[in-house]
């Protein structure tokens, strides 16, 4: 149980175009999805946390008008991150908590975006 | 603001012996939950073991326990008879007991386990 899925699993796009990455919680129900960027050989740094139906909470520092979190549903947050730039490459790791339940994020295997 | 620290940018253990690695944090908090993560080359992290704060008794996994030291802020993970399959990444982790969701990670240490 508690299986969080991601699509793509890897993006390769062209600088000035926009990328949408799902995240999805496929056999529980999420409130609360969490967006992470992991750098490599770095660690995760929380991006922004959505929660369903309401708009997301952005980390200082964090674009909210490049990086658009929308979560629809209770099992699917997007993140899409416009006007890509080359320094926008990283790896996107979204996670979620179950409905009911505290302090366990359940993490999605990433999507890794390259721009060109 | 929360930090946390591993100083062991990679270590290696061989099979079947054990390893322990270091995590230590800084917050004027009492109350705090810590976690120790894996993040295998699949890159899909999984939570390992848990801790609370207010809890004095060490978290014990099956061949995971933890070492956690309230004053000295530190809390370094214990892995016995280590598996060819430990090999991964391990983050170490804080959150604040009134916001649970922000999790603050270390910069990880690389576990490789030789035959």
């Known amino acids: 149980g508690a299986v969080v899925s991601q699509h793509p699993s890897w993006v390769i796009c062209k600088s000035g175009t926009s990328v949408k990455i799902e995240c999805r919680s496929l056999?529980?129900?999420?409130?609360?999805m969490f967006w992470y960027r992991q750098f490599p050989k770095q660690s995760l740094m929380l991006m922004a946390t959505?929660?369903?139906?309401?708009?997301?909470?952005?980390e200082q520092g964090v674009e909210k008008d490049k990086f658009l979190i929308n979560h629809a549903s209770l099992t699917l947050s997007t993140l899409t991150v416009t006007s890509a730039h080359p320094e926008d490459s990283s790896f996107y790791i979204c996670?979620?908590?179950?409905?009911?339940?505290?302090?366990?994020?359940?993490f999605g295997p990433g999507t890794r975006l390259t721009v060109l | 603001a929360q930090t946390v620290t591993q100083s062991q940018p990679e270590m290696s253990v061989q099979e079947a012996e054990t390893v322990t690695l270091s995590c230590t944090y800084d917050?004027?908090?009492?109350?705090?939950?810590l976690f120790w993560y894996k993040q295998p080359p699949s890159r899909q992290m999984i939570l390992v073991i848990r801790?609370?704060?207010?809890?004095?008794q060490n978290a014990t996994e099956n061949r995971f326990s933890v070492n956690f030291q309230k004053a000295a802020k530190s809390f370094s993970l214990k892995i016995s008879d280590s598996q060819l399959g430990d090999a991964a990444m391990y983050f170490c982790a804080f959150a604040t007991s009134y916001n649970t969701d922000k999790l603050i990670f270390g910069t990880g240490t690389r576990l490789q386990v030789f035959p």
């Open positions: 056999d529980f129900q999420a409130t609360t």
């Open positions: 996670s979620a908590r179950a409905v009911g339940t505290y302090n366990e994020q359940f």
């Open positions: 801790q609370e704060a207010y809890k004095q």
């Open positions: 959505s929660n369903e139906g309401s708009k997301a909470t952005y």
């Open positions: 917050t004027s908090e009492s109350d705090y939950y």
